[in-house]
Nanobody
């Protein structure tokens, strides 16, 4: 079992930046992949960014060149740096870790992009 705790959401103006973090309750070395999803009101949950243990990273087309996913092994954490935010980025963001056949989700953090 692992607990995932997200932080860093909030309200930001269009063009602004936010940094989300997801802290795991144990070492993240065994998890593959790790990533971020989001769900806007009335929409399906969608992949935002995902990293694999071999080093490959996937981004949704809508966030390429604006968002960056990273990991901090020492802190058992992954991060999502979000720049040039747009109103359409408004959603609840969830971190997701997979360990073999088990999927773990964070509780979600609200990101609202509005003027």
């Amino acid at each position: 079992q692992v607990q995932l705790v997200e932080s860093g959401g909030g309200l930001v103006q269009p063009g602004g930046s936010l940094r989300l973090s997801c802290a795991a309750s144990r070492s993240i070395f065994s998890f593959n992949p790790m990533g971020w999803y989001r769900q806007a009101p009335g929409k399906e949950r969608e992949l935002v960014a995902r990293m694999h243990s071999v080093g490959s990273i996937n981004y949704a087309d809508s966030v390429k060149d604006r968002f960056t996913i990273s990991r901090d092994n020492a802190k058992n954490m992954i991060n999502l740096q979000m720049n040039s935010l747009k109103p359409e980025d408004t959603a609840v963001y969830y971190c997701h870790f997979r360990d073999g056949q088990f999927d773990y989700w964070g509780q979600g953090t609200q990101v609202t992009v509005s003027s």
